[in-house]
């Protein structure tokens, strides 16, 4: 079983850039789709960004045009790639990996295993 660790996350000022990182040990996941999603203080998990196996990339509403998605396949990594950060933006971002087959973009429930987050701050 992989173990995903999330890293990157700090404080940072409305409009900054800020790339998050999540490194994965154990089994690769260069086949399997792997997600973004986060979690702002009393709300739910919600989704942020997707990418798939053939490297089809998926966004939600609010992060389309600012946020990127990508990946290191022979490094097993996973990239987000934060621009012009707003406050909204703020909360505990977590990556996770969904079985192969899933739809996309995914929910939380789809997916198999999650790393711990790393908190992402935006002071206005």
């Known amino acids: 079983q992989a173990q995903l660790e999330e890293s990157g996350g700090r404080l940072v000022q409305t409009g900054d850039s800020l790339r998050l990182s999540c490194a994965a040990s154990?089994?690769?996941?260069?086949?399997?789709?792997m997600a973004w999603f986060r979690q702002a203080p009393g709300k739910e998990r919600e989704f942020v960004a997707a990418?798939?196996?053939?490297?089809?990339?998926y966004y939600a509403n609010s992060v389309k045009g600012r946020f990127t998605i990508s990946k290191d396949s022979a490094r097993n990594t996973l990239y987000l790639q934060m621009n012009i950060l707003k406050p909204e933006d703020t909360g505990v971002y977590y990556c996770?990996?969904?079985?192969?087959?899933?739809?996309?973009?995914?929910?939380?429930?789809?997916?198999?295993?999650w790393g711990k987050g790393t908190l992402v701050t935006v002071s206005a």
């Open positions: 996770g990996v969904a079985a192969l087959g899933a739809t996309m973009p995914p929910t939380a429930y789809a997916m198999d295993y």
């Open positions: 154990g089994r690769t996941f260069r086949t399997l789709p």
């Open positions: 990418i798939s196996w053939s490297s089809m990339t």
